[in-house]
Nanobody
Framework: VQLQASGGGLVQAGGSLRLSCRVA????????VGWFRQAPGKERMFVAA????????YYADSVKERFTISRDNAENTAYLQMNSLEPEDSAVYYC?????????????????WGQGTQVTVSS
């Protein structure tokens, strides 16, 4: 199983980035897919997730109205569009997948983790 995250980079405050998470080795439509982030010296935090159908997104309060999660089930890929980025959004962003949305996401015990992609927002 592989979750390949990409799209990170360096951007100025107020700018945008789009992260991608390409999934291989599992049945994509049987998994909720989402993102966590971890800044240096801080705990890994939930950012967003999206239901198997793509109809129900879930967001952390800190990113609502700025970030949009989506998925393309034909391409086995999930996306995180990040707008109005702030320096506080700087972190390594990790893609993740789990058969359900619920306590596993809040307790960071999801079934599958991908590698991270660095997002740096300069002020």
């Amino acid at each position: 199983v592989q979750l390949q995250a990409s799209g990170g980079g360096l951007v100025q405050a107020g700018g945008s980035l789009r992260l991608s998470c390409r999934v291989a080795g599992l049945t994509f439509t049987e998994y909720v897919v989402g993102w966590f982030r971890q800044a240096p010296g801080k705990e890994r935090m939930f950012v967003a997730a999206i239901s198997k159908s793509g109809n129900f997104p879930y967001y952390a309060d800190s990113v609502k109205e700025r970030f949009t999660i989506s998925r393309d089930n034909a391409e086995n890929t999930a996306y995180l569009q990040m707008n109005s980025l702030e320096p506080e959004d700087s972190a390594v962003y990790y893609c993740a997948a789990d058969p359900q949305f619920g306590s596993t996401w809040y307790h960071k015990t999801v079934e599958v983790w991908g590698q991270g992609t660095q997002v740096t927002v300069s002020s």
